[in-house]
């Protein structure tokens, strides 16, 4: 396989900057393009600068904010990155998304990824769309929405949630490939209930606040049934919770 160049977008974050790491060491030439290197999508300020000579775009960038405005930054910053691609010749579009994106509209967010995924399958340039599963890494700024000193509360909701370095690999490999035309779904190895993944957690922390089933709780009160959970079209990475928790104490 040859070596390709890809501009990773939202290069320095949490995904991107292990995109560029496995990119770089697998032989390829990856760029990091962020607000910090100079790239504004908003703007569309230095996009034309980190996409020359680009074959693959990467976009991992996420939204400053969760509410309504998210939809303008997915509206505008998707806009702005398929026009640029378009400009420098990138043959291949890739978005990092989230497994039942558009089956929870009643999330801002979710609707503003929702968005963002349609804007890709109408532009100009083949395009695959990787949805993941709520990682695990963000189990504890889950916890702290809706708890106080005692208590946590949560809802039954279902999970499949996958370690950060699994969603990596997935966006690395799709990345390196030919283009989708459509969505590869990733997720964990393990079906929980929030509720439950809440005790398993604080357990593993010896944290002695006590999880209460709340199913009004939080963001993921609105996700009912098996919304989040991957289908049997999904690749499932090879990490599970338990391990990961114990390993990251």
């Known amino acids: 396989m040859r070596a390709l160049k890809l501009t990773v977008i939202g290069g320095t974050g949490l995904i991107g900057s292990q ?28 996009l034309d600068q980190a996409l020359a000579g680009a074959d693959v775009v ?46 929870v509209p ?27 599963t709520q990682f695990f890494e963000f189990m504890n700024a889950v916890l702290s929405w809706t708890s106080d000193d ?15 370095a699994d969603v990596v690999d997935a966006v690395v490999d799709v990345s390196t490939g030919t283009p989708l035309q459509g969505i590869r779904n990733v997720a964990g190895p393990d079906v929980f209930a929030l509720d439950d993944l809440g005790r398993l957690t604080l357990a593993a922390q010896h944290d002695d606040r006590t999880v209460v089933t709340d199913d009004a709780a939080g963001m993921f009160a609105v996700a009912t049934g098996d919304v989040l959970i991957a289908g049997p079209d999904a690749h499932l990475a090879p990490t599970h919770y338990q391990d990961w928790i114990h390993a990251a104490r």
């Open 58 to 103: 990467v976009n991992v960038a996420n939204s400053p904010t969760f509410d309504e405005a998210s939809l303008d930054f997915f509206r505008t910053s998707m806009t702005n990155l398929l026009a640029a691609g378009e400009r420098a010749g990138v043959r291949h579009q890739v978005i990092l998304s989230i497994v039942g994106v558009d089956q």
């Open 106 to 132: 009643q999330l801002d967010y979710y609707r503003a990824k929702t968005l963002q995924e349609e804007l890709l399958r109408q532009g100009p340039t083949p395009y695959s769309i990787v949805r993941a």
């Open 150 to 164: 005692t208590t946590v509360r949560l809802p039954g909701t279902r999970l499949q949630p996958m370690a950060a």
């Open 19 to 46: 995109v560029v790491q496995k990119l770089t060491a697998a032989g390829h030439e990856a760029v990091p393009a962020s607000p910090s290197t100079g790239v504004d999508l908003i703007t569309g300020e230095g």
